[in-house]
Structure formats: C-alpha cells, structure tokens
C-alpha cells in the first residue's frame, strides 16, 4: 500500500495526513460492538497511526459516492500501524460504517488532522466523559497516565447497558468513578457531582478535560468555574465536514468565531458559547434523521 504525505495550510503547525490515492484502500482489521449503537473498529492506516496524537481525528468515507466524515481518533498502535476509531450509530453514514466486518476496506482515511490534546507539564488532571464521549477521552487518560500524570476519570451514561471502556479507564485511572443516570451500575446520578464533591474536599487538579454531549460539558464548566480550575473542553461533537469549509463547527470562543475542525477541537471552556453551540448544533438534526430512516429502509430491503 502506497500512501502520500499532503499537508493543509489551515491546520495548526502544518500537521502532516496521510491520504488514499488511486486504489489504495485501509482495511479493517478488527471490529467489536461495544453496545447496542457503539462501535469499535481498527482500520489498517500506517502512516495516519504514525504521526496520531490524543485528541486528534481522522476524515473517512465508506465507499466512493459516500459522505466525508470526521471522527475522533480513539487509539492507535504505532508497531501495528493501526488506528482505532468508536462510533455511534446515529446517521446515515455510521449505519453503513457499521455494516462493514474484518477484511473489508475503507476507499478514504485522512489523518491526523487537528491540534492534539495539550498534555505536558500536568500533574493532576480529572477527566469527565459522557456517553461515548468516553472513547474520545480514553487516549488522553492513557498519554497522562504513562507520563506520570496523577489521573482522576469520571465517566457518565444513561444506563449500565450503555458503559463501553470501564476496564480501559480502570487500568488508565488512578481514581475511577462511574455514573449512570438510573443507577442501574455504579453511582446514580451525573457526572458533575463527583466531580463537585473533589473539588469541594480539596483536590488539586491542574485541568479538568470534558470530553461529551454539549449540555454536560457546560454544566461541567459551571461546576469547575466558581473554583477557578481550569477546564478545557473538546469540541468536535459540533463538526460536520472537518476541513473549516462548511462552517457548521463555527462556534464563538473569547468573543471570537472559531472553527472546531481547524482551530480545534479542544478550547477553554471558560470561554466558549455553548448555548450558540447547541443551537447551530440543531440545525441539522432534521435532515439527518430522514438520511438514517432512508438508509435504513434500504437495509431493510436487502435483507428481504
């Protein structure tokens, strides 16, 4: 397999991504399901698994005519060559990324694009995901945790029959607290409790990290803010094209319009409007819900 170095002016420090070009493709190489709508696939990428950095995402498309697509990059394996991307099914493209198994292929995997999570010079940090944010915040808790970083994690779900990861955070965390909204496993309750009550009992974190749905990372901002501890928080929830040209990812930070793709996806989240953030982040959901029944409709009739 024959890949091509590019670079695009527009992402910070000129960040080299590897590209697919002719007929080179990027095979899938393992595939779990984490959950009734989460999935986990290693997609055979060298060059991408080479330069990845937690925080990071890759662009793909699942065959020739589909969409581009970001998603956040969940792991790698640089001796593999492996990058490991978890999805949800929550459109159109995602239903058909899940339909595809081991050995098949992938026509385009761009990346890393992005500014990696900033970890160094940290002692202390507490990391908050929610849902399948979680996938996204793992990489993170891993890097700091082989750095010698002291890591508290917090992760969230709706019930226990959505928790993907726990044995990961366990083995990346020093302290691992889990919540579930119906306390069907762990603590009842949300994420900014915990993280309240750590706080309130003294503990000194350098950063707090918020990794899910926008309403959780503002009311982890409103929990963190009062206490002056800063808080960054990863965007890339809001991304839709990945390359700043669509302009669905603008969100206004410090006063300023910045793009979650190209500027991003981590920002002060002291800074950041997340109730313009979850409007714009509305505009689409419409659309995409009649591209998923369509898409599905069509799965249904292949299967009859």
Do not use: W
């Amino acid at each position: 397999m024959q890949e091509t170095y590019c670079s695009l002016s527009y992402f910070e420090n000129d960040i080299p991504f590897a590209d697919a070009k002719g007929t080179d493709m990027y095979k899938i190489v393992y595939k779990k399901n984490l959950n009734q709508a989460v999935t986990m696939m290693d997609i055979e990428a060298p060059l991408v698994a080479k330069k990845a950095q937690p925080g990071q995402f890759i662009i793909l498309r699942v065959d020739e005519d589909g969409e581009r697509i970001p998603l956040t990059i969940a792991g790698y394996d640089r001796d593999k060559g492996t990058i490991r991307i978890i999805f949800q099914i929550v459109g159109s493209t995602t239903a058909k990324l899940n339909r595809k198994n081991v050995g098949e292929f992938l026509p385009d995997f761009v990346g890393p694009l992005g500014t990696p999570t900033h970890t160094e010079g940290l002692k202390k940090v507490c990391i908050v995901g929610g849902g399948v944010g979680c996938a996204i915040a793992l990489p993170v808790a891993q890097k700091l945790h082989t750095m010698g970083c002291e890591v508290h994690a917090i992760i969230g779900f709706r019930n226990k029959d959505l928790l993907i990861l726990e044995d990961e955070f366990r083995t990346a965390s020093d302290k691992l607290t889990i919540m579930t909204d119906d306390g069907s496993y762990g603590n009842q309750g949300v994420v900014t409790a915990p993280l309240k009550e750590a706080i309130e009992a003294g503990e000194n974190y350098d950063q707090v990290i918020a990794i899910g749905p926008l309403i959780m990372m503002k009311f982890v901002v409103a929990t963190t803010k009062p206490y002056g501890v800063k808080t960054i928080v990863s965007m890339n929830p809001i991304m839709i094209d990945g390359t700043g040209m669509c302009g669905g990812c603008r969100l206004t930070v410090g006063g300023e319009t910045k793009f979650a793709c190209v500027d991003g996806p981590d920002f002060d989240g002291f800074a950041v409007d997340f109730d313009e953030a979850m409007q714009r982040g509305a505009i689409y959901r419409d659309f995409e819900k009649h591209a998923y029944e369509k898409t599905c409709n069509l799965f249904s009739k292949e299967v009859e």
